[in-house]
């Protein structure tokens, strides 16, 4: 009878563990990948704003030289991510490409210009910087226009900043949930062990004493779950960074470096936090307390 009792003690301790380990490690992978989100967030903007493409359109009767010089100049300003200079034969080619049909026939001659596509650095992308860039190559006699889509930046860039603020409040609410969460998750399991408590202080052993090993006993869980979220970060970053190689995720080793170190750091600090508050909280309370 004693054996089984002890079994089925050992099963409702060790099934209490695995709940608080496995809550600890989807509440920190969460709080993980929001982390990357936010860390990211710059880069994957910066990202869409680098395919913005501004497009010089050039008269027919520039010469190579002026062409020549005007794609280098651009490739050396510091607002210049990358040129690319597309010919009215590659132009026609690619519409032909594009709607399945060959509209020179019906024209009889070929009407597209000679461009030069530019992708500029994402701090340059704003309607501002892009007009003054275009007033500035417009100043060229061989330049005949330059396009962007305006409405398309506006949009781009206020949709960046909507979505970056919506993106750190519900980071801030979702960690004070995800802390709320594991706190619940230890008291539940303290709380299974009021009664050893109150009897271990009924015997004359100190505070710290009793704290002590249940402490060191949600370390080690919080080490646990903390280990498991990271992994499970490891194989969405990995993934991600395979998917979408552009984003170059895995060139920044100190801040993911930083983001695992707080993640795990974390875990340990929330788990050591909640078990000193619940012992606290039992060592406290009056032994006919225990019962409610």
């Known amino acids: 009878m004693s054996s089984s009792f002890e079994k089925h003690q050992k099963r409702r301790l060790i099934s209490s563990y695995f709940s608080v380990v ?5 509440v920190l992978f969460l709080i993980g990948l929001l982390g990357m989100l936010v860390l990211n967030a710059k880069t994957i903007s910066d990202n869409f704003k680098e395919r913005v493409v501004m497009t ?9 030289v002026e062409i020549n010089q005007l794609q280098k100049s651009l490739m050396l300003a510091k607002y210049v991510k990358e040129t690319k200079y597309v010919s009215k034969e590659d132009a026609a080619a690619f519409m032909q490409n594009e709607y399945g049909e060959d509209f020179l026939d019906d024209v009889g001659y070929n009407p597209l210009q000679n461009s030069i596509d530019v992708n500029l650095k994402a701090d340059y992308v704003t309607e501002q910087r892009l007009d003054s860039i275009s007033e500035a190559t417009m100043t060229k006699k061989f330049v005949a226009e330059v396009r962007y889509d305006k409405d398309l930046v506006s949009m781009m860039n206020n949709n960046v900043k909507r979505i970056s603020l919506w993106v750190l409040i519900i980071s801030g609410i979702f960690t004070i949930i995800a802390v709320l ?103 406290n309370l009056k032994t006919d307390q225990l019962y409610y």
């Open 22 to 26: 496995l809550s600890i490690a989807l």
């Open 56 to 64: 010089i359109y050039l008269n027919d009767n520039a010469k190579e």
């Open 181 to 283: 969460l594991i706190n619940s998750s230890i008291r539940l399991s303290v709380y299974s062990k009021r009664f050893t408590i109150k009897t271990m202080q009924m015997v004359g052993a100190t505070k710290q004493f009793i704290r002590r090993p249940f402490i060191w006993k949600s370390i080690k869980l919080g080490i646990i779950g903390a280990i498991l979220a990271l992994i499970g970060m490891a194989v969405v970053l990995y993934y991600v960074d395979k998917t979408f190689a552009e984003l170059q995720l895995l060139s920044k080793p100190i801040m993911i470096g930083g983001l695992f170190l707080g993640v795990f750091v974390l875990g340990v600090v929330i788990t050591w936090i909640s078990t000193y508050i619940a012992t606290q909280r039992f060592l």
